[in-house]
């Protein structure tokens, strides 16, 4: 789950945002660098759901979105089908934010759960409405690679790590 510590330098306790979200599998956390007050979570446990395939890997359902630093949160509609959400930036592009996610397909209880749209990473720069696909597709493939990590350089440079795809291909890469 998602959980916080108003009070991370004294002797503060962790306390839950809540426990009723449809999956408790948070992956990845940002917040946007021209709003302080919005965050985004990303859920699904992609790693453990295809590099070390494990019965408790959990499916998410998709990026959460708060407007008040974390006060209230809701699902942004547009990524219900991002099942595996690998990692999440906000970029300030001529001082607007865009969001870049990086979402896998994976195994779960034996069974292969691709997410809609496929694996990639995907931009949005109206806020999340909608999303285009900006990776290469794996060589020989129709693919593209499936992120594992991204990081936005201090210089706005974007790099994306890679992990092997539901059929093991693609990984151990780095993009940009």
Known sequence: GLWYNDDIRGSGTWKSVGDFWPSLAISCITHDPNDSQTYYVGTGEG???VVIY???????????????????????????????VT?????????KSVIYAGVSSGTYK????????S????????????????LPNIPG??????PAH????????????TMRNVEQEGGGRILY
């Open 47 to 49: 790693q453990t759901a």
């Open 54 to 84: 494990r019965e408790s890997s959990g499916r998410g359902s998709g990026i959460w979105k708060s407007d008040n630093a974390g006060s209230n949160w809701e699902l942004m509609g547009s990524t219900e089908g991002f099942e595996y």
């Open 87 to 95: 990692g999440i930036a906000v970029r300030s592009e001529s001082g």
């Open 110 to 117: 034996g069974k292969v759960h691709e997410s809609s749209p």
């Open 119 to 134: 694996e990639g990473l995907f931009r949005s720069s109206d806020g999340g409405s909608t999303w285009t696909q900006v």
């Open 141 to 146: 493939t129709e693919i593209p690679y499936s």
């Open 150 to 161: 991204i990081e936005i350089s201090a210089s706005g440079r974007i790099f994306v790590g």
